[in-house]
């Protein structure tokens, strides 16, 4: 028999998740007294009486199947012209059996289908080195288990919902995911900014803001962070800030949410920095920390289909059973027919991990080459010698993921430094001019309304020659806004 190498790493105790992260909410929610009764139908020999499951010879839907694309066959679109991408792509036929259609055609388990559970808790440990107590029992238990959500949106709002009380602050980067923001602004949730660079947060603001905290007042329970390839700021925090920031976690008794749908659509040159997740488990085994204060965010929005709605949140047990008391209250469960046809999918021949991983890194080869262009364009339209001054029009660090552009635009080159305002030229300029993109605002934490001279370009969609066009009519509005 072959040996299975454990580890033994120190964890957050379970008491403390009570005592310190969980809301009062959380506390008080019940479970569904039906459904947590589900597991015990397995037993063999069982007559259950107990749901009230439709039966699904009733239901009228008789087979489904899917083409999908062999993962080692190329993506076609990746020349940037209008191609019609799959047609000739090699594509694989798979059905739903007749038993996985009546799986996927009925009522599941709150917290996921436990077979795609298995499977995300096995990606997890093949990606981040984490191996998950729940569905590879017989491993070493490290006390963390996944729930699948309707997106990662979903999963996120169960998580801040599972852990802050009315009034509760939190530590926010700046600029932030503006989906965030309006689930804190629900919560009356001081939103406390965190400054950061192209590099991810800066640390050293985040200890100055933890080592001053008003005595008396409750520290923040929870740190938000997109650390790969962030939404706005395209931003991807490095190694050494995240080691430096669960440091933090830990001294001032903190949550990290690792919020990480543009992991994957990672494609710079340089390593991938480990994910918060996997740094927690090496300072762990290195330095002694306790694991069990990351939760993370995943997403199959950006690879497998965003109309799909499914994401899945990995991290402490009792963070995880109070997100999953929150969905049996508010939707019973994450639709099982989506979730079966991702199952069906990733459990394919051609498909497996293997299939996963690759199809993910020419996902990520796709965004670089669109990254690529949209850099080329950038230079030539809104870098040095586009201002009638010689210098530039904009400032901006090319991202090394995900598909944001974040751009200060420079209307007075005298003032570069200062924030600048981008609202009316971007909301109404830009647009007056044909092109249209976010002003930076809206990914401005906090409560009372700020002015940026940045900019949030989206460079997923458009073909070279749009991009082309796109950025040559945002240089006139910058050009015509500096003659006003
Ligand atoms: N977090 C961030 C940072 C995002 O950019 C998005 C999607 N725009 C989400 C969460 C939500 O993604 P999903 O489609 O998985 O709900």
Same mark, same amino acid.
């Given at each position: 028999m072959t040996q299975?190498?454990? $580890?033994?790493?120190?964890? =957050? %105790?379970?008491?403390? *998740? $009570?005592?310190?992260?969980l809301s009062i909410e959380a506390l008080e929610r019940k479970s569904n007294p039906i459904r947590s009764l589900f597991p015990l139908e397995q037993t063999p020999g069982l007559l259950s009486l107990l749901a009230g499951k439709p039966n699904p010879t009733t239901f009228p839907i008789a087979s489904l199947s899917l083409s999908i694309r062999d993962p080692k066959s190329e993506i076609r679109n990746i020349?940037?012209? !209008? #191609?019609e991408s799959d047609e000739a792509a090699d594509l694989v036929d798979i059905k739903l059996s007749k038993a996985e259609l009546e799986e996927a055609l009925q009522y599941a388990e709150e917290g996921g289908v436990p077979k795609l559970m298995g499977w995300f808790s096995t990606l997890q440990e093949k990606v981040h080195g984490r191996k998950c107590k729940l569905y590879n029992q017989g491993t070493a238990c490290e006390g963390w288990k996944v729930t699948i959500g309707v997106g990662s949106q979903d999963v996120l709002y169960k998580a801040l919902k599972s852990i802050l009380n009315d009034g509760d602050s939190v530590l926010v980067e700046s %600029?932030? *995911?503006?989906? =965030?923001?309006?689930?804190l602004h629900s919560s009356h949730s001081p939103q406390i900014e965190m400054q950061?660079?192209? &590099?991810?947060?800066?640390?050293s603001h985040l200890r100055s803001i933890l080592e001053s905290w008003p005595a008396g007042k409750p520290k923040p329970k929870v740190f938000y962070t997109v650390p790969t390839g962030? &939404? %706005?700021?395209?931003? #991807?925090?490095?190694?050494?800030? !995240?080691?430096?920031?669960? !440091?933090?976690?830990q001294e001032h008794d903190f949550l990290i949410l690792e919020d990480d749908p543009y992991y994957y659509l990672y494609y710079a040159d340089t390593p991938q920095p480990p994910s918060y997740f996997a740094l927690e488990a090496t300072l762990a085994e290195r330095e002694g920390l306790r694991v069990g204060r990351v939760v993370r965010f995943d997403?199959?929005? !950006? @690879?497998?289909?965003?109309?799909?709605?499914?994401?899945?949140?990995?991290?402490?047990?009792? @963070? @995880?059973?109070?997100?999953?008391r929150c969905t049996a209250s508010i939707n019973l469960q994450t639709p099982t027919l989506t979730q079966m046809i991702t199952y069906t999918l990733f459990s394919s021949p051609s498909w497996g991990f293997e299939g996963?991983?690759?199809?993910?890194?020419?996902?990520?080869?796709?965004y670089r080459r669109k990254c690529d262009i949209f850099e080329t364009y950038m230079q030539k339209y809104l870098g040095a010698g586009n201002g009638n001054d010689g210098g530039a029009l904009a400032k901006w660090e090319k991202p090394k993921a995900g598909m944001f552009y974040w751009f200060k635009i420079i209307v007075d080159p005298s003032s570069v430094s200062s924030d600048g305002d981008s609202e009316a030229l971007i909301r109404t300029k830009a647009f007056q &001019?044909? /092109?249209?993109?976010?002003?930076? #605002? /809206?990914?401005?934490p906090g409560s009372e309304p700020r002015k940026t001279g940045y900019v949030r370009a989206s460079f997923s969609l458009l073909h070279a020659s749009e991009v082309e066009e796109a950025l040559k009519r945002l240089k006139k509005t910058i050009l015509e806004a500096r003659k006003e």
């Open positions: 299975q190498t454990t $580890r033994t790493l120190q964890q =957050v %105790p379970a008491s403390h *998740y $009570r005592a310190r992260f020349q940037d012209e !209008k #191609t %600029p932030v *995911y503006p989906g =965030v923001l309006t689930v950061t660079d192209e &590099n991810g947060v800066s640390v962030s &939404n %706005p700021s395209g931003a #991807t925090a490095t190694t050494e800030r !995240k080691i430096e920031v669960l !440091k933090l976690a997403s199959l929005s !950006k @690879i497998l289909s965003a109309g799909m709605r499914i994401g899945w949140a990995s991290g402490p047990e009792p @963070i @995880i059973d109070a997100m999953v996963f991983l690759l199809h993910a890194s020419q996902v990520a080869a796709f &001019n044909g /092109v249209l993109a976010l002003p930076g #605002t /809206v990914f401005l």
